[in-house]
């Protein structure tokens, strides 16, 4: 049974920082594996979608990498900004059309 | 990017009552939907999986008779809670995705509802 974690729980840093958020998954057959964003009492907002055959990819301030044979994955934040403050979800589709299975998150603060 | 919409976006309801949770595709045929629960400060938790036209999948442990799940349209995913009750209370979301046409099968998420039991 596929099994996500993300590291660290909770994270508040001082705007303008740089961070990473860890994701790890314990079956590494995955098809791809997506980055949300949740604001409190609201749905998700997908951020970055790595497919298997990628290792990383980018928008913006923001750039996922995704290392299959390890089962990690991180999400890289430049230059934080108050904005971003939300809880970071990262997900894995095993196969193609089935179900994700979610981390619990990182709540992420930025302070200004 | 697609467009996802759920509606009621809030419900309050007596216990013992019916809810009806819409989820509709707004720009995009879907041709699978997905029904989660969220709990407060956890993570989503799938609760069915939802293929139009066709019954739906649930996971275990959720109840297909509390939970009715109808996916009569490519645009429209229904979700019944049936004879609520306060521990039915939680954050319902659902995603879409559209198998037929898309390369990477994202999943396109709704901006959840939330379902309060008295």
């Known amino acids: 049974k596929q099994e996500v974690t993300q590291i660290p729980a909770a994270l508040s840093v001082p705007e303008g920082e740089n961070l990473v958020l860890n994701c790890s998954f314990t079956?590494?057959?995955?098809?791809?594996l997506q980055w949300f964003r949740q604001d409190p009492g609201k749905g998700l907002t997908s951020l970055l979608l790595?497919?298997?055959?990628?290792r990383e990819q980018t928008s913006g301030r923001l750039n996922a990498s995704l290392d299959k044979s390890s089962g990690r994955s991180t999400l890289y934040i430049a230059a934080s900004q108050p904005g971003d403050s939300a809880t970071y979800l990262c997900a894995v589709e095993e196969t193609s059309g089935s179900r994700l299975t979610f981390g619990e998150g990182t709540q992420l603060t930025v302070n200004p | 990017g697609a467009v996802v919409s759920q509606h009621p976006s809030r419900v309050i309801c007596k216990s013992g009552t019916s809810v009806k949770i819409e989820c509709r595709s707004l720009d995009f045929q879907a041709t699978t939907m997905f029904w989660y629960r969220q709990f407060p400060k956890k993570s989503l938790m799938l609760m069915a999986t939802?293929?139009?036209?066709?019954?739906?999948?649930?996971e275990q442990g959720v109840e297909k008779d509390k939970f009715l799940i109808n996916h009569a349209s490519l645009t429209l995913s229904t979700l019944t809670v049936t004879s609520a009750h306060p521990e039915d209370s939680s954050f319902y979301i659902c995603?879409?995705?559209?198998?037929?046409?898309?390369?990477?099968?994202?999943?396109?998420f709704g901006p959840g509802t939330r379902l309060t039991v008295l």
């Open positions: 079956d590494s057959a995955i098809y791809n």
């Open positions: 939802s293929n139009e036209g066709s019954k739906a999948t649930y």
């Open positions: 995603s879409a995705s559209d198998l037929w046409t898309s390369v990477v099968d994202e999943q396109f």
């Open positions: 790595i497919q298997s055959s990628q």
